[in-house]
């Protein structure tokens, strides 16, 4: 239908509709949204080639807009309604993510635009985990999250008619979108009431406070949402001048000339009052606001050499030092666009620059030879993604928690896949694919 609205403007409704209710409930995220708008206009302002660069590139118009949320469900029905409710705002599950392997009890995707359009108008991601009930050690607590979790329904009813509405139609008017976006909104409003009495929410609590997080609140709370800046090391530097106390580490690569993949840091997690089934009032500990660099997306032997170097490198207890270890450390990975693209460390998107359409390429042109001439613009591909490592670190930090659950760190993708009701798509198969479209859209038959 011709009236229906399109993914992209529901994804962007409801990404805003999040945001304004997330300042509301957390105003800590609302100054850190000003602190990363300010410091990345200074850093456009004392690098106008930078600024130059990503509005060529289509970049500049979505970086205030850019956020990822993150979210946690307890069943395999929650995961499944929710992949429903994603792909309404044209958002996919890409990637898996195994966090037990870091002492945190659940598996995730992330929900998000796949193509390069869709991109380009409003990247919005959710980082959603699965609670894995099978590493709580006590069977009894076990059983009982399960059933606490078997009663209770995240999604109101009116947001479930939609959805299936949604399905019959093919689409949603613009009323219809935006009573979606309302209803889709309660599924993640913060509840100070638990659905728990308060000797089970502290049993849960003392197993993994995540544990308790997911299963002891009527809804799958956001528990942070993350602006994007252009210098992360300046905004974890302020956090405290704007009354925020960061988290000691920035999770990611080291500060580079060519910035790779992602790199995170947050401020403490907030200590909020609730109040338990039985009327006993307690607090509980668990959203906090998140700020992102990211850079190029890296090739699966980029990727690999990450790994190794920040296996290498450790984790430290002083970022000043920690940073300053790592880049060390990672003198070994390449740090210009020329060698990371001719040694296939970076997935680059390529263009006609204006000489190249009055020229454009002819057979047996390489294209090294294209791009020193400045026919061809080869950029770095923006990582859209996560690192599961630093996702476990941001919440480990947040949580107060040293593993507490332990685990083999044994994936269970097929378990996972089969509780989202469909596979997750590959990452890289996206790069990938993004890249040789650039290439041929030039004229090049690689």
Not at 20 to 42: C, F, H, I, K, S
Not at 79 to 94: D, E, H, I, N, S
Not at 153 to 159: K, S
């Amino acid at each position: 239908m011709d009236n229906f609205l399109s993914a992209d403007a529901i994804r962007t409704r409801f990404s805003q509709a999040m945001s304004a209710m997330y300042q509301q409930e957390v105003p800590q995220y609302g100054t850190l949204m000003q602190l990363v708008m300010a410091v990345n206009d200074r850093t456009l302002e004392s690098d106008p080639a930078l600024k130059d660069r990503l509005a060529a590139a289509d970049e500049l118009n979505r970086l205030n807009i850019e956020r990822h949320g993150a979210i946690r469900v307890g069943s395999a029905s929650e995961l499944a309604t929710l992949r429903q409710m994603f792909a309404v705002m044209g958002m996919y599950p890409v990637g898996y993510y195994d966090l037990s392997q870091a002492g945190v009890p659940v598996h995730s995707t992330a929900f998000r635009p796949v193509d390069d359009a869709a991109l380009r108008r409003n990247p919005f991601r959710v980082f959603t985990s699965l609670l894995r009930l099978e590493l709580i050690d006590d069977v009894t607590l076990r059983e009982k999250a399960a059933a606490i979790l078997a009663s209770r329904d995240i999604f109101t009813p009116r947001c479930r008619q939609l959805l299936q509405l949604h399905q019959q139609q093919g689409g949603f008017t613009a009323e219809q979108a935006a009573e979606f976006v309302s209803e889709a909104l309660e599924t993640f409003r913060w509840h100070a009431h638990s659905s728990v009495d308060s000797q089970t929410y502290h049993a849960l609590n003392q197993q993994h406070r995540l544990i308790a997080d997911v299963v002891c609140f009527p809804g799958c709370h956001i528990n942070h949402l993350t602006p994007r800046t252009l210098d992360i090391d300046r905004v974890q530097q302020l956090m405290p001048s704007r009354g925020i106390e960061p988290k000691t580490l920035i999770e990611g690569p080291p500060r580079r000339q060519v910035p790779i993949l992602l790199r995170q840091t947050s401020f403490r997690a907030l200590e909020e009052a609730i109040i338990f089934k039985e009327g006993h009032q307690g607090s509980h500990t668990a959203r906090f606001g998140e700020i992102e660099q990211r850079g190029a997306a890296l090739t699966p032997e980029g990727r690999a050499l990450y790994d190794r170097l920040l296996q290498q490198a450790g984790s430290g207890q002083d970022n000043q030092q920690h940073q300053q270890h790592l880049a060390d450390v990672f003198r070994d990975f390449p740090d210009d666009e020329q060698t990371l693209r001719q040694q296939a460390l970076a997935w680059f998107h390529y263009r006609l620059s204006e000489k190249g359409i009055a020229t454009p390429p002819a057979r047996g042109e390489t294209l090294d030879s294209l791009i020193a001439e400045g026919r061809i613009i080869a950029e770095p591909i923006i990582y859209e993604d996560f690192l599961p490592v630093s996702a476990a670190g941001i919440f480990q930090s947040n949580l107060g928690d040293h593993a507490q659950v332990r685990s083999t760190g044994q994936a269970s993708r097929a378990a996972f896949e089969a509780a989202l009701g469909s596979a997750v798509i590959d990452e890289m198969t996206l790069y990938a694919e993004r890249q040789q479209r650039s290439l041929l859209r030039c004229g090049m038959m690689q």
